[in-house]
Nanobody, 115 residues
Framework: VQLQASGGGLVQTGGTLRLSCAAS????????MGWYRQAPGKQRELVAS????????KYADSVKGRFTISSDNAKNILYVQMTNLNPEDTAVYSC?????????WGRGTQVTVSS
């Protein structure tokens, strides 16, 4: 299984970005997908997650109301729409797909929000 994250970049405060994470390979037993981020000098944190069915989502308090996670299960693509970005959102964002047997991580994509 390979995950490819994309969509990061430099944006001004208040701007919008959409990250994508495309998965290839066998994903039998996939149950949860998520976005994580790690800022310089900080621990990696969960930004948002979504169940395979899409019925259950979870967001970090800091992004609630601003970020929306979604997925296209037919194409095995995970998205996160990020709005009203601020400098505290600057980090490397990574995606994770969780199956009942393994966790798969994609390479991160840098998001930088300028003030």
């Amino acid at each position: 299984v390979q995950l490819q994250a994309s969509g990061g970049g430099l944006v001004q405060t208040g701007g919008t970005l959409r990250l994508s994470c495309a998965a290839s390979g066998g994903l039998n037993g996939l149950h949860t997908m998520g976005w994580y981020r790690q800022a310089p000098g900080k621990q990696r944190e969960l930004v948002a997650s979504i169940s395979r069915s899409g019925r259950t989502t979870k967001y970090a308090d800091s992004v609630k109301g601003r970020f929306t996670i979604s997925s296209d299960n037919a194409k095995n693509i995970l998205y996160v729409q990020m709005t009203n970005l601020n400098p505290e959102d600057t980090a490397v964002y990574s995606c994770k797909f969780e199956t009942f047997w393994n966790d798969y991580w994609g390479r991160g994509t840098q998001v930088t929000v300028s003030s």
